[in-house]
């Protein structure tokens, strides 16, 4: 099966270090968030990653609270 098709069947993953460089807060913070079951994760061997939709999702609540 080619690269292109295994990559389209499978939500991208991040890291804590991509999610926190995104946010431009510190990993320790998403270790908190994750950690708090705010921020979905999964882990996979030994590392966390977050799901693009989850932080999609995340992120859409957090504005939500703001106005």
């Given amino acids: 099966m080619p690269t292109e098709a295994i ?8 890291t804590i270090t991509e999610v926190a460089h995104a946010l431009r807060v510190s990993k320790m913070t998403i270790y908190r968030l994750v950690h708090d079951g705010r921020l979905p994760s999964m882990r996979i061997g030994k590392s966390l990653r977050v799901p693009v ?12 609270n703001l106005g």
């Fill in 7 to 14: 990559a389209g069947r499978y939500e991208q993953l991040l």
């Fill in 53 to 64: 939709s989850a932080l999609d999702g995340y992120l859409g609540q957090v504005t939500d």
